[in-house]
């Protein structure tokens, strides 16, 4: 069924209405619109319900229109990403090229450039997040910069006088990220020699976990001195009792500071089929210990996944452990459609064991081990 007429559009920060002349009024959110076309002054919205609402005769108010719907859009769509920090700097109308696997893309975007990552937000297209951990080389050559990442490379053209201005920024992000870790360490270990200081942040970048053989392949005192940190955020005695269960070499530790506030995490696979997964700060009250299934012989993927999700999603442990009934309405929900890392880590869950009585929580990861291996 399709109906058409003359209407009126009211936008605002998180849905569209529109109001017929004589009608019934249209209303649908923002996370409704999969994508948006633009051509020959017309505006193609094509919704979650598989209806599609062509915008047509907006006049002069064509381009200020067009330039708040995919502003609000885009918008929402980092927030249901869990990206809820102000970018250090936006640059409109950039020209780009981009490769990931057999997909290519070019035109225009938006580059919003943050302290741990870099969007790119194509006209018409959902954002495109590069994570500064997962980039391996940045390159500045005849006017262009290019960005090669685990999963994608990007090349941005034509920048003109904000060339220097993104080169800048781009060395300043990610100079501060690989400093930000350094600093830690060095704060943490006075006496280890800077050199080691800058191997270990390496593998550390961005709140990475690194394997305790790989540490201790740089240094056993970092190791060590990573595992009292654990104690002084109070979760020390759960790591002892878990590493007892463990493959030690496996067992990983994460380290971040972000805002003044240190941040730790460590992931444990115990008898490779369980991983357990436990992050503390100095103002973290309420602990748990989260436990993961893995798969026979994929330990290292696991490790890796359960990484790449906790990164991704901002460290968020609700969208893991909440029930479907709490996830559905939240920006939640929506993030779990968004982020495939995140949708796969949730399917891993077993269940968290909440800190009470040492001897209590003991009992509870106790019991939950055995459910999974009776």
């Not at 920060?13 to 009608?23: A, M, Q, W, Y």
């Not at 920048?159 to 930000?180: F, T, Y």
Request: with cysteine.
């Amino acid at each position: 069924m399709s109906s058409q007429g003359e209407a009126k559009c009211d936008l605002s920060k998180d849905s569209l209405t529109i109001l017929p002349k004589l009608g019934e009024p249209i209303y649908f959110s923002l996370r409704d619109i999969v994508k948006v076309t633009q051509e020959n002054y017309r505006i193609t919205l094509s919704l979650t319900s598989n209806e599609t609402l062509v915008l047509a005769d907006l006049g002069y108010q064509y381009e200020d229109f067009l330039r708040q719907l995919l502003k609000e859009r885009n918008r929402m769509v980092l927030s249901d990403e869990l990206i809820k920090e102000e970018a250090k700097k936006t640059f409109s109308d950039i020209q780009y090229e981009s490769i990931s696997g057999k997909r290519r893309g070019k035109g225009e975007c938006e580059l919003k450039i943050y302290g741990d990552k870099l969007v790119m937000i194509p006209k018409n297209q959902e954002p495109v997040k590069i994570y500064l951990n997962e980039v391996v080389k940045v390159e500045d050559k005849d006017f262009s910069i290019s960005i090669a990442a685990k999963e994608i490379t990007v090349k941005l053209l034509q920048l003109g006088e904000r060339h220097d201005q993104i080169v800048n920024l781009l060395s300043e992000v990610i100079n501060a990220s690989s400093a930000n870790i350094q600093q830690t360490l060095q704060e943490l270990f006075p006496t280890i020699n800077p050199s080691l200081i800058r191997s270990a942040s390496r593998l550390l970048k961005e709140g990475r976990t690194a394997k305790k053989a790989d540490i201790e392949k740089i240094s056993p005192k970092i190791w060590e001195e990573m595992e009292k940190k654990l104690g002084r955020l109070g979760v020390k005695e759960e790591y002892d009792y878990l590493c007892a269960k463990a493959a030690k070499d496996l067992v990983s530790i994460g380290l971040k500071k972000d805002n003044g506030i240190e941040f730790i995490w460590f992931l444990i696979p115990i008898d490779k089929k369980v991983i357990a997964l436990e992050s503390a700060t100095a103002e973290d009250d309420g602990k748990a210990t989260y436990f993961f299934r893995t798969e026979k012989g994929r330990v290292d993927e696991t490790l890796a996944e359960i990484n790449d999700a906790m990164i991704k999603s901002n460290f968020k442990r609700e969208p893991v452990y909440f029930p479907d009934e709490k996830i559905s309405g939240t920006p939640y929900e929506i993030a779990l459609k968004k982020i495939p890392e995140l949708k796969r880590l949730r399917s891993l869950f077993i269940g968290r064991v909440i800190h009470t009585s040492t001897e209590t929580w003991q009992k509870n990861v106790d019991k939950l081990l055995i459910s999974v291996n009776p």
